[in-house]
């Protein structure tokens, strides 16, 4: 039952041949035995998961279930549950009990969906490995002496490994389609504003969005279809139509204008992955879609430019951590001022200190300037690039990472070497614009096989053509089918 | 080191962060490479450029009518605090 793939367990359950009971028991027995070995969930809500498969099968007897009714998922850490433990993976957090659901929760659960549990992330959101955690790392299914990918680690683990048919995710820099490409999902990003920040804990409040990991873009369609949408509740929701996604997947290639981005092909990007990358772009070619190279020569600056802006927001977000309203406080502080400092000082990793340190210097007094300001008129110089680059083509196409999963501990003293590993990702989320990892092959790492994915971009609100242009490219091909060995 | 050790004592106190001695070299050592690696920027040609803080400038921020919609849940958010007395958040003494 846990290779099936949410559109197959919906019709799966709409056939009787299985309940969400039954459903649901078989994938906490795979997280119970499969689960500590990779570290996905920080929180296992089985006493909640049987509740609401019992809630999915009565509905469905009663035949007013929905597609998703009965369909199992597990949330990232970072989405605020009703009466749930909700971590961010932080210390700061290990104590909070959520007093309300994240938009995105409420409209899962209102779909039907049984909530198996809260997956663990890079602490904050901030990584690209899921090293950062304060519940440890998450081990890579494919090979788990290697990391998964971040922030979403936890939820590209345990989809990957079948633990759960889909997850939520979050992307301030690439962290859903990076550990997707990581981990051989499909991993979709949309549009800043596209599905609400509601119960989201924040990081970057200008890049963050809520998105999904799934294994197909067939799955991702469906979910998305359940949490997209305006929300008076978040000041930057877009008050737009969802489109039906799902009904969009039969868009041809045929004629599909593709830019394939110079700047992403060159340095830095492992041969073996660029291969793979370039057999996928001559499938789309052969299969009718129309390709050129295409120059975004302010790209090179999103990586810098990034760390910059995000910081700049994180450290302003997270001064709400102050130890006294709910979070870690210290022991027996002596005054206000040691109160915040020892709070903070202990309640958060090293990583999140040094970006909010960041953040702090480049937003102080005589620097905001030379820093901040300079980044945020980088950041237009990206967006315009990207939208020249929309005037000549469809969707613009490039590897999402320039290499395959990296070794545990590989780059963790080296904080440049790890924010590198987003060089790809990082402009979609500056311009706000949707991105879509899908699996397209895979590298022989001393006889290892590792997946590698490719990165579709596209304009604002451009989910349907990036959803449609890989269910296509996936109904060719066979590679988002294949499991780790051991999770099949 | 395009930071002193100074330097990063001084955000440190700004973010109301505290940071161990043993720590603070490590610190001193990250950020600075860390500045280093953003101080590209400077090269880039801005001098027309708008700045962009914001992913979707057409965006306005939203009014809505000045009604009541949230209800009183002091008791359940006061679940999550370290301490609370008689419906108040303690914190150590702040006014002598």
């Known amino acids: ?488 | 080191m395009s930071l002193t050790r100074n330097q990063v004592e001084g955000i440190a106190r700004l973010a109301r962060l505290e940071i161990t001695e043993a720590q603070m070299p490590v610190y001193v050592d990250r950020l600075s490479r860390i500045i280093d690696f953003v101080e590209q920027l400077a090269a880039a040609e801005t001098a027309d450029v708008e700045p962009m803080a914001h992913p979707l400038a057409q965006q306005v921020q939203r009014l809505r009518p000045d009604e009541v919609t949230e209800t009183d849940q002091r008791d359940k958010y006061q679940h999550n605090a370290p301490s609370v007395a008689a419906g108040l958040y303690l914190v150590p003494k702040v006014i002598e």
């Open chain 1, 1 to 488: 039952m846990h290779t099936l793939t949410v559109s197959e367990m919906s019709a799966g359950l709409r056939a009787r041949k299985f309940s969400s009971l039954e459903l649901t028991l078989h994938l906490l027995g795979r997280i119970e035995r499969l689960g500590p070995g990779l570290n996905a969930f920080v929180t296992v809500t089985a006493d909640r998961a049987l509740a609401d498969a019992r809630a999915a099968d009565e509905r469905n007897a009663k035949g007013d279930g929905g597609p998703l009714t009965g369909v199992p998922v597990a949330h990232k850490d970072i989405f605020c549950t009703d009466g749930i433990l909700t971590t961010c993976a932080s210390k700061m957090l290990s104590n909070f009990v959520a007093p309300y659901d994240a938009t995105v929760v409420r409209k899962w659960r209102d779909a039907g969906t049984v909530l198996l549990g809260k997956t663990n992330m890079d602490e904050f959101a901030m990584g690209s490995s899921n090293e950062t955690s304060f519940y440890g790392p998450v081990r890579n299914p494919w090979d788990q002496t290697r990391v998964p990918g971040g922030s979403s680690g936890g939820s590209a683990a345990a989809v990957a490994a079948r633990l759960a048919p889909i997850a939520s995710g979050t992307d301030t820099g690439g962290s859903i389609r990076q550990p997707a490409a990581l981990t051989n999902l499909t991993g979709l990003k949309p549009t800043y504003g596209r599905v609400s920040r509601y119960g989201m804990i924040a990081f970057a409040s200008s890049l963050d969005q809520a998105g999904v990991l799934a294994r197909s873009a067939e799955d991702a369609a469906l979910l998305l279809e359940a949490m997209a949408g305006f929300d008076p509740r978040d000041s930057t929701s877009v008050d737009t139509p969802v489109p039906r996604y799902t009904a969009e997947l039969k868009q041809p290639l045929q004629g599909l204008r593709i830019g394939l981005i110079k700047e992403f092909f060159g340095e830095g990007l492992d041969p073996a992955v660029e291969r793979c990358v370039r057999e996928a772009i001559a499938l789309l070619q052969r299969e009718g879609a129309v390709v050129k190279d295409v120059s975004l020569p302010s790209l090179p600056l999103s990586v810098p430019t990034y760390y910059v802006v995000a910081p700049a927001e994180c450290s302003s977000n997270l001064s709400r951590f102050d130890g006294v309203r709910f979070g870690h406080r210290c022991e027996q502080p002596k005054d206000l001022l040691d109160l915040y400092r020892r709070s903070r000082g202990e309640g958060f990793g090293e990583e999140v200190k040094r970006r909010i340190m960041t953040g702090t210097y480049v937003l102080s007094a005589g620097y905001y300037d030379a820093y901040y300001l300079k980044a945020q008129k980088c950041r237009a110089l990206i967006a315009g690039d990207f939208a020249r680059a929309f005037g000549e083509v469809d969707v613009v196409l490039s590897p999402t990472s320039p290499t395959a999963a990296f070794k545990l501990g590989a780059k963790t003293s080296d904080p440049i070497a790890m924010y590198l590993n987003d060089i790809y990702s990082i402009a979609a989320n500056l311009a706000g614009l949707p991105g879509i990892s899908i699996p397209c092959g895979f590298v022989n790492e001393a006889g290892t096989e590792l997946p590698v994915g490719l990165q579709l971009v596209g304009p604002h609100f451009g989910e349907s053509r990036l959803l449609s242009v890989s269910h296509q490219y996936q109904l060719r091909t066979e590679w988002h089918k294949r499991a780790p060995k051991g999770y099949a």
